[in-house]
């Protein structure tokens, strides 16, 4: 059983979302965090820097297959 929503962080969060893109969540960790780690998976870390370098080089393959922002 999960523990019940608290709203006032719940607004912070939705507030927060409604004027952010994933990309600019994750420059905006990357510029704060550069070098602070942002993922651990099978004992490797990956900072913040170097996870929104991964997202870019994926935008730009989406892009070069004909993917535009904004579409589903």
């Given at each position: 059983?999960?523990?019940?929503?608290?709203?006032?962080?719940?607004?912070?969060?939705?507030?927060?979302?409604?004027?952010?893109?994933?990309?600019?969540?994750?420059e905006?960790?990357?510029?704060?965090?550069?070098?602070?780690?942002?993922?651990?998976?099978?004992g490797?870390?990956?900072?913040?820097?170097?996870?929104?370098?991964?997202?870019?080089?994926?935008?730009?393959?989406?892009?070069?297959?004909?993917?535009?922002?904004?579409?589903?």
């Amino acid at each position: 059983m999960s523990a019940a929503p608290t709203p006032a962080v719940d607004s912070q969060v939705d507030a927060h979302l409604n004027f952010t893109t994933v990309g600019t969540t994750l420059e905006r960790a990357a510029r704060l965090h550069g070098d602070r780690t942002a993922i651990v998976m099978e004992g490797v870390r990956v900072p913040h820097a170097e996870v929104l370098a991964h997202a870019r080089r994926f935008a730009r393959a989406l892009a070069g297959q004909g993917v535009r922002p904004g579409e589903p």
